[in-house]
């Protein structure tokens, strides 16, 4: 990563713990989802997670499946996302994108790490694209190509001789979910994430960014122990379709 | 079969391990005597192989060309050919440990297989099930439950096949410790997709024998109707180095070439990655995963095994498809010149068989696999028929106290 990368100036800041809030492009919908970042940004959030919806999203629980269904349904289109992450973007804070692989493969894997270059993100999460699978190879070669990182997604119980393997390609942040498991569930954070943290850490010798069940300000204070980047995303999108302030909700969780 | 286009495993980083040592334990079952003789005990002593391979001889005589052979996998313990992998992934679910099988299920045959394994085995079972599949394929779901499985209904998505293997995958990674998934066709991360067709392949070895002693060569054509592949690919496999026998797969054609029509990826297939592995997939432009239909809950999938979809690129197996009522006639003509009753999926290789029969020389052979006996699709029938006297049945079944 470079080193003017918006993202690489805010983790050298050593501003702990950081606040990756995520959201969906296109929900709740297309025209709402600028101010949807807004409030997260307003309510304190260090970095965005913006989620481009697909069908059939295999890492994420019933909030984010059926969100993602209702943005596709109300016809979201990668185009869209595009136009959303450009406006996100505008907001000052550095941008992940998040989706899944096969969206990503058909619009042409190169051609889709260049467009969210062109957009302004930082970084781009595939939770279900391997680094040694043709894919990943594509994905990480144009991630150097264009100084966008590919944020590796591990979970407690991937043994050290992979996590070894994926630092060898790793920039930016390590994804760490808090558990085996999908997003939105009630998580523990157990001693086993604990231990899986500080292994994660000393293999990648990057940040790390703990998310997956991530609801309260006392998961948060919980998670700061272990965690650089703290990620919340279930939550936010919960209070979405309730109709609650998403930036209280924010402010909340990162006060 | 070395596979390099397609396959793979597309999985989140927390399924490595589990994977890999899936792999493993299937590799070392293969080579281990005790896992082989245990196997072919259960195939034979338990589930009742091998099948009968039935001469269809007045279809043959009406149809007018090809003489007509019924590969009937609805012989099986549990009416359909998906035992075989659930008997094979049940001893390596053990083998491993795993306390639990979980499944995903369209047609129910694959739930059922499931459910009837882990009764066997002595393993909790959990099998995920789409809500419209549920709707047309109530009789399975009472079954699962009386084999002690539990039935999870799927209510998001299309609430089909493809739904029910989201969820399972979802359950199992939040449950990788105790549970095995039993992946129910020949689809998904490696090493499902070799794994279910080495287990499968039994059913063509079979043929092959069958045929050898009863006409002492090698049919023309082996047909199978596909959704994910499983009975396709178990057919085809001993075949493949046989070049003179065509294989043919038959898709869901359903009710017309438009998208949500249909399940035929030789009508609209396209290459992407979903559900853990690449091949060919029902998908928009932008790569989200096209609504199917078909009559048949058990073909009603955007996804092909990616074995198969590299056959039928190559050249090696063709594609074609039979219509919702196609089907249903099929099914009917087989019932009332065999006495077959077939289930509504393999009715499908049935619908090919009629077209291609007559155009056939009557020196050649035509294999037909019956993946399932029809016993399920009862209700479908009565339906597709308009059978009224059976709808007072049910209306009086209803009554009675």
């Not at chain 1, 894997?109 to 043709?134: H, L, M, N, R, Y």
């Not at chain 1, 930016?172 to 292994?199: E, H, M, P, W």
């Not at chain 2, 099914?331 to 007559?358: N, T, W, Y």
Request: aromatic share 8%; proline share 4%.
């Amino acid at each position: 990563m470079s080193e003017n990368n918006a993202l690489e100036i805010l983790l050298k800041s050593g501003k702990r713990p950081l606040f990756m809030a995520h959201m969906i492009a296109g929900y709740p919908s297309t025209a709402e989802s600028e101010k949807v970042a807004a409030a997260l940004v307003q309510g304190g959030a260090d970095i965005i997670e913006l989620q481009i919806p697909f069908s059939d999203p295999m890492a994420d629980g019933p909030t984010i499946a059926v969100a993602s269904e209702d943005a596709l349904k109300a016809g979201a289109t990668v185009a869209d996302s595009l136009e959303i992450l450009k406006k996100v973007v505008g907001l000052g804070k550095p941008v992940a994108v998040m989706s899944y692989t096969n969206p990503v493969f058909r619009f042409g894997i190169a051609k889709f790490v260049e467009a969210i270059k062109a957009a302004g993100a930082t970084a781009i999460i595939v939770p279900d694209c391997p680094f040694d699978t043709e894919e990943g190879k594509a994905l990480l070669a144009a991630g150097k190509e264009n100084d966008i990182c590919i944020i590796p997604v591990v979970s407690p119980g991937v043994p050290e001789e992979r996590l070894q393997e994926l630092a060898k390609d790793a920039c930016g942040f390590v994804y760490c979910t808090s558990r085996q498991g999908i997003t939105g569930a009630t998580s523990k954070f157990s001693n086993d994430l604990a231990d899986f943290a500080s292994t994660a850490k000393r293999i990648f010798n990057l940040p790390l960014a703990v998310g997956f069940g991530v609801k309260s300000k006392a998961d948060v204070q919980s998670l700061s122990k272990i965690a650089d980047i703290i990620i919340a995303g279930s939550v936010f999108v919960n209070a979405i379709k309730r109709g609650e302030n998403v930036e209280q909700l924010a402010r909340d969780l990162t006060s | 079969m070395k596979n390099s286009k397609y396959g793979g495993a597309y999985v989140p980083e927390m399924l490595w391990e589990t994977l890999k040592e899936l792999t493993a334990a299937f590799e070392s079952a293969k080579n281990d005597p005790a896992f082989q003789k245990e196997f072919q005990d259960l195939l034979k002593n338990y589930s009742g192989r091998p099948t009968t391979l039935i001469f269809a001889e007045r279809a043959t005589a009406d149809l007018g060309g090809a003489k007509i052979y019924l590969k009937n996998e609805g012989a099986n313990l549990s009416g359909a050919h998906k035992i075989t992998h659930c008997l094979g992934q049940g001893l390596l679910a053990k083998r491993l440990g795993k306390k639990m099988l979980i499944a995903e299920t369209g047609a129910g045959q694959h739930g059922v297989a499931t459910a009837t394994v882990a009764a066997r085995l002595g393993l909790e079972c959990i099998v995920f099930m789409g809500t419209e599949d549920i709707r047309r394929q109530r009789p399975n779901v009472f079954l699962m439950e009386r084999l002690g499985a539990k039935v999870v209904p799927v209510e998001y998505g299309s609430k089909t096949l493809k739904d029910a293997v989201n969820e399972a995958l979802k359950f199992w990674m939040e449950h990788l410790a105790e549970a095995h998934y039993c992946i129910g066709s020949v689809l998904g991360p490696s090493p499902y997709p070799e794994m279910n067709r080495y287990f499968q392949s039994v059913i063509g070895r079979e043929i092959r024998a069958q045929l050898q002693e009863r006409e002492g060569k090698l049919p023309s054509a082996v047909l199978a109707c596909v959704g994910g592949g499983s009975n396709a690919m178990g057919s085809f496999d001993d075949f493949i180095g046989e070049k003179s026998v065509r294989l043919i797969g038959v898709e869901a054609g359903g009710i017309g070439k438009n998208v949500g029509e249909h399940a035929s990826r030789k009508i609209a297939g396209v290459p992407g990655i979903f559900q853990g592995y690449k091949s060919l997939f029902l998908q928009t432009d932008e790569g989200q995963i096209a609504p199917t239909h078909s009559i048949s809950a058990g073909l009603d999938y955007p996804g092909i095994g990616p074995e198969l979809a590299e056959l039928y690129e190559s050249g090696r197996v063709e594609l074609t498809y039979a219509t919702d009522a196609e089907a249903v006639d099929a099914a009917d003509f087989f019932a009332k010149h065999e006495g077959v009753i077939s289930a509504l999926e393999s009715a499908h290789a049935l619908a090919e068989v009629r077209k291609m029969a007559p155009k056939m020389g009557r020196d050649e052979i035509i294999v037909a696999t019956l993946s399932g006996r029809g016993d399920k699709d009862l209700f479908n029938f009565a339906r597709a028929f308009k059978d009224e006297s059976f709808k007072q049945f049910l209306k009086d079944e209803y009554e009675r106290k």
